[in-house]
């Protein structure tokens, strides 16, 4: 358990820093963009998830560390407050699918605009 936390937590750091970065200095990332061959120009709108990449970086960083001290020290509290973080992750990912599936038309309608 603690091993897969630890991985957690440091996913959650890169990404974190990843947001960071994106939302600090977006043009190095635009120029790194701009060096790939045949590259779509909608890449570009990548400096939009900015603020998305810090929100989950932090969500996993929380969650990974409150994994492995809980499971290194057996607090209760740290596994608990694990648990409530992973249970309110879950029931975000059933309420997202169950959108996505009452408005399967009108993200296939969207989607056929767009592409």
């Given at each position: 358990?603690?091993?897969?936390?630890?991985?957690?937590?440091?996913?959650?750091?890169?990404?974190?820093?990843?947001?960071?970065?994106?939302?600090?200095?977006?043009?190095?990332?635009?120029?790194?963009?701009?060096?790939?061959?045949?590259?779509?120009?909608?890449?570009?709108?990548?400096?939009?998830?900015?603020?998305?990449?810090?929100?989950?970086?932090?969500?996993?960083?929380?969650?990974?560390?409150?994994?492995c001290c809980g499971a290194v020290k057996e607090s209760r509290c740290m596994l608990l407050l694990f648990f409530v973080i992973v249970l309110v992750v879950f029931i975000a990912e059933v309420a997202g699918a169950i959108v996505v599936l009452v408005f399967q038309p009108l993200a296939e309608d969207l989607i056929n605009r767009l592409g």
């Open positions: 358990m603690f091993l897969f936390n630890g991985i957690i937590f440091v996913a959650g750091a890169a990404v974190l820093g990843v947001g960071v970065w994106v939302k600090v200095d977006g043009g190095s990332l635009l120029a790194v963009i701009g060096n790939i061959e045949d590259a779509p120009a909608e890449l570009s709108q990548l400096l939009n998830v900015g603020y998305l990449l810090i929100a989950v970086g932090a969500v996993l960083l929380i969650m990974g560390f409150l994994g």
